[in-house]
Nanobody, 125 residues
Framework: QVQLVESGGGLVQAGGSLRLSCQASGDTISNYGMGWFRQTPGKERDFVATINWSGGAHFYADSVKGRFTISRDNAENTVWLQMNGLKPEDTAIYYC??????????????????WGRGTQVTVSS
């Protein structure tokens, strides 16, 4: 079983950048595809980005493509989400998740096995 802890959220002006981190423990993340999701109050949790076990393949939601970059370092047991060109509509709680499917193609919440508690990102206009 893997435990995930997100950090790096905060308040930023539109156009700014943040880098979210997801530190894993309890197991090596090389056994997992990893993903980032986000959620706003009253709405479903939405897919943001996912990366396969080696970091060689990654996929993004259309809304963040070209602005966000997911990466990982299995030796550090860490996954990152670099967010550039932030917009007010990016405001949400961001969650890190681990998926036993190595491929890193899972975009559905139900396909992920482990979740962090989230970190708040607020983008002001």
């Amino acid at each position: 079983q893997v435990q995930l802890v997100e950090s790096g959220g905060g308040l930023v002006q539109a156009g700014g950048s943040l880098r979210l981190s997801c530190q894993a423990s309890g197991d090596t993340i090389s056994n997992y595809g990893m993903g980032w999701f986000r959620q706003t109050p009253g709405k479903e949790r939405d897919f943001v980005a996912t990366i396969n076990w080696s970091g060689g393949a990654h996929f993004y939601a259309d809304s963040v493509k070209g602005r966000f970059t997911i990466s990982r370092d299995n030796a550090e047991n860490t996954v990152w989400l670099q967010m550039n060109g932030l917009k007010p509509e990016d405001t949400a709680i961001y969650y890190c998740a681990a998926n036993k499917d190595y491929s890193g193609t899972a975009k559905q919440v139900g396909r992920y096995d482990y979740w962090g508690r989230g970190t708040q990102v607020t983008v002001s206009s």
